[in-house]
């Protein structure tokens, strides 16, 4: 007679946070942020969360930031922000991005882009290869 198996207890937040940032290199994951980073126009900005949910993968948010952070400025960087609109690099980066955007005709209120002008909407028929 074998035991019943036990359920498995839920993950925490952390712990799922925890197991995909461990998750395994993927070239088709990472084609598919690409795609879909280089469909955001001039003058627009899409969240790291946005581009990893168009791409396919919603949870994978870091994941677009390591790669944009790996790409060597083959991207338009520039365009992917933190939730928000916030910038999230760090000193001269920080100041670049926003150069950069500024450039493109992106304005900010205080620190953030404004997001009610400037957010990129995917729309599902761009999603296409």
Do not use: N
Request: aromatic share 8%; proline share 6%.
């Amino acid at each position: 007679m074998t035991k019943p198996r036990a359920k498995p207890k839920p993950m925490s937040a952390r712990e799922v946070a925890r197991r995909l940032q461990r998750a395994p290199k993927s070239a088709q994951r990472d084609a598919a942020f690409r795609r879909i980073i280089r469909q955001i126009p001039r003058g627009k900005v899409a969240t790291y969360g946005q581009v990893a949910a168009a791409a396919g993968y919603p949870l994978y948010h870091r994941h677009v930031a390591q790669l944009l952070r790996k790409s060597g400025g083959t991207l338009p960087w520039q365009r992917v922000v933190g939730a928000g609109g916030a910038i999230k690099l760090k000193y001269e980066a920080a100041l670049e991005q926003r150069h950069r955007l500024q450039m493109e005709g992106v304005r900010f209120r205080g620190k953030r882009v404004d997001m009610a002008e400037h957010q990129h909407r995917f729309r599902p028929w761009e999603f296409e290869e």
